[in-house]
């Protein structure tokens, strides 16, 4: 099975900083890779599909890029409401393995 | 406006199984697959497996194979989730969500809290 990988596996940054996470796959997973976003007590939400396409509603600062094995997620302006954990789910085909998450902590 | 509404949380002991549903409304049931991720206190998400409503294909993680059994029942656009043998690491949040235009889980339920608790 593909296994997927996260760094790092938390941060803390400032309000209105820039924040990238990577994610990598151990094989090649084309564009099949989403982003979703984890807040305690809430329903996880999707963000980033096709490895760019930013979901419906979602806010413009958060952007994905990558195709491959390697993939990024970015916050190009920290905000409170970002804390979080992070994942990434390749879905190129079964299983969807998530990777391991990135915990977003707001100085 | 599409909604995955889940059963409510469920207590059980080990060695039994349980049975979670996750109904459909807002789009046609038959169209998205379904799938089920978990969720245990402090851990990430587990992506469990799929199902397609329609032709009722299922593929599982292989940690659950021959534990996990996913269903549905179109006539109530309701899908179901039994795991068995249960054991205390299965306690967890349990979440069905559906497969978007490209496969992505574009919708969540609720999620349902499954402990297993001697």
């Known amino acids: 099975d593909i296994q997927m990988t996260q760094s790092p596996s938390s941060l803390s940054a400032s309000v209105g900083d820039r924040v990238t996470i990577t994610c990598r796959s151990s094989q090649g997973i084309s564009n099949y890779l989403a982003w979703y976003q984890l807040k305690p007590g809430q329903v996880p939400k999707l963000l980033i599909y096709a490895a760019s396409t930013l979901q419906s509603g979602v806010p413009s600062r958060f952007s994905g890029s990558g195709s491959g094995t390697d993939f990024t997620l970015t916050i190009s302006s920290l905000q409170p409401e970002d804390v979080a954990t992070y994942y990434c789910q390749k879905y190129y085909s079964a299983p969807f393995t998530f990777g391991p998450g990135t915990k977003v902590d707001v100085k | 406006q599409v909604q995955l509404v889940q059963s409510g949380a469920e207590v059980k002991k080990p060695g039994a199984s349980v049975k979670v549903s996750c109904k459909a409304s807002g789009y046609t049931f038959t169209s998205y697959d379904i799938n089920w991720v978990r969720q245990a206190t402090g851990q990430g998400l587990e992506w469990m497996g799929w199902m397609n409503p329609n032709s009722g294909n299922t593929g599982y993680a292989q940690k659950f194979q021959g534990r996990v059994t996913m269903t549905r029942n179109t006539s109530i656009s309701t899908a179901y989730m039994e795991l068995s043998s249960l054991r205390s690491e299965d306690t967890a949040v349990y979440y069905c969500?559906?497969?978007?235009?490209?496969?992505?889980?574009?919708?969540w339920g609720q999620g349902t809290l499954v402990t297993v608790s001697s």
């Open positions: 969500a559906r497969s978007g235009g490209e496969w992505e889980l574009d919708y």
